[in-house]
């Protein structure tokens, strides 16, 4: 499966949205984190979803 995204300026910064079916596994009631992950080794980015703490 492959997923496009357009990366869209906002202000100063780009951005992007994360598309629904990479979030099936997320516990939609709790508040998460997206972390993006570059290996240098690999040439490749990955995508990590981290629940957040309580605040």
Do not use: C, H
């Not at 496009?4 to 780009?14: A, D, H």
């Amino acid at each position: 499966m492959e997923f496009k995204r357009k990366l869209y300026r906002r202000g100063s910064s780009f951005e992007t949205t994360i598309p629904k079916p990479l979030l099936f596994s997320i516990d939609e009631s709790k508040k998460q984190n997206v972390r993006f992950v570059y290996d240098s080794e690999q040439g490749r980015w990955y995508v990590e979803f981290e629940e957040r703490d309580a605040e």
